[in-house]
């Protein structure tokens, strides 16, 4: 069966909370927030069941028991089969081994950001970086509270790589506004000048003029429309 069925990381954390004992679905939901799994993976009770479900439906986990709290409504609880450990290793082998291209928001923000006035990017760029810089301190504090700084580094290690990329994320971001604010990226000034045409209300196919040599597939063939 192709794993794209049931692709959601939602679906590897179920079936790593059974692996370890069978849970009802409310317990799954419970353990995985207290361990802080909300926060590397998107966490919904509606979206739990409908995970369950797909799950039970290709064989990778089964009903174990049917449980019942004084009045409160049965639940059922639900168990890892041998087709389920073996999908559970498996997928979790080929996520930590392969790279696979994922598409963050603000990477397709920067691959638009002409469509703005440069100095207008460099703007909204520093209040980025400032949202950043207060999100790392906030997980700064949490890392040396005493629920965190005791933990085995086996338990924080995804805690880490978010921090390692939100300051990557951060530097690259300031570093990019300081750029646009003293005109140094490449090409700057022929996007400052498209803007300057488009706030004449030039017509178009003057701004396009303008930006034809410059666009990749125009630049190698010598043409535009």
């Not at 590397?40 to 449980?67: C, D, P, Q, T």
């Not at 999908?87 to 002409?114: F, H, N, Q, V």
């Not at 022929?190 to 045409?197: I, Y």
């Amino acid at each position: 069966m192709s794993r794209r069925a049931i692709a959601n990381p939602l679906a590897l954390a179920v079936l790593s909370c059974l692996w370890e004992r069978p849970m009802y679905p409310y317990e799954i939901t419970t353990t995985l927030r207290e361990r802080g799994k909300e926060d590397s993976i998107r966490l919904n009770f509606g979206s739990l069941y409908a995970v369950i479900k797909s799950l039970e439906k290709h064989g990778f986990i089964e009903e174990a028991r049917f449980e019942r709290e004084g009045n409160r409504p049965e639940r059922t609880v639900y168990e890892i089969t041998a087709a389920g450990r073996v999908e559970t290793t498996d997928w979790l082998r080929d996520l930590l081994e392969r790279p696979a291209k994922e598409y963050p928001s603000i990477e397709a923000g920067l691959s638009l950001m002409a469509i703005l006035p440069p100095q207008e990017v460099a703007g909204l760029l520093r209040t980025r970086a400032e949202s950043l810089t207060a999100d790392l301190d906030e997980r700064g504090r949490l890392a040396e509270s005493p629920g965190v700084a005791g933990l085995p580094e086996i338990f924080t290690v995804e805690f880490d790589y978010k921090l390692a990329l939100l300051r990557a994320e951060r530097d690259f971001i300031a570093a990019l506004a300081d750029r646009l604010d003293k005109g140094e990226v490449g090409g700057q000034d022929v996007w400052a000048r498209m803007h300057e045409l488009l706030a004449q209300g030039r017509p178009a196919d003057e701004v396009q003029a303008l930006l034809a040599p410059h666009l990749p597939g125009e630049a190698a063939t010598g043409t535009h429309e």
